[in-house]
């Protein structure tokens, strides 16, 4: 939902409007981590020049290579580490007001030890978005 592709500071929001995909944003413009660091950088400029008051951040781990659902090639825990940190430094000292949602992780597997131990998995890294929100959101 957006009124614009930008909700400048200040800006009265008149009118909504639901802009429709079916597309998913990380697979149709990266391919493998070199690609989606690119945009990644991209967008945090963007969010940057534009300084919004508030920013909602999807905080989706299907970017994972091992997600079954979306899945970069070569993103691992320690690049999902690295884009919180940025996010959250980025809206700490741009002093956006930000709401984190958690999503992603979806699980392919039969057997219930592996289904467990997946879900153990995608926990902890909700946790340590929730962890490093709480750090550097302050």
């Excluded at 500071?9 to 690609?35: F, M, V």
């Excluded at 994972?64 to 809206?91: A, H």
């Excluded at 000292?93 to 984190?100: Q, S």
């Excluded at 039969?110 to 929100?133: D, F, G, L």
Aim: charged letters at 30%.
């Amino acid at each position: 939902v957006s009124q614009s592709r930008y909700m400048g500071l200040g800006q009265k929001i008149e009118k909504w409007e639901i802009l429709e995909s079916n597309e998913n944003y990380h697979n149709y413009y990266a391919t493998d981590i070199k690609s989606w660091n690119e945009k990644f950088s991209e967008v945090i400029n963007e969010i940057e020049k534009y300084k919004p008051d508030y920013l909602i951040y999807y905080a989706g781990v299907d970017v994972l290579e091992s997600d079954r659902m979306g899945g970069i090639e070569g993103f691992t825990e320690e690049d999902l580490l690295k884009r919180e940190i940025r996010v959250f430094e980025m809206c700490q000292k741009n002093k956006i007001k930000t709401l984190v949602t958690l999503g992603g992780g979806y699980i392919n597997y039969h057997n219930p030890e592996e289904i467990q131990n997946e879900r153990e998995k995608i926990v902890s890294y909700h946790v340590q978005t929730i962890t490093k929100a709480i750090e550097l959101l302050k």
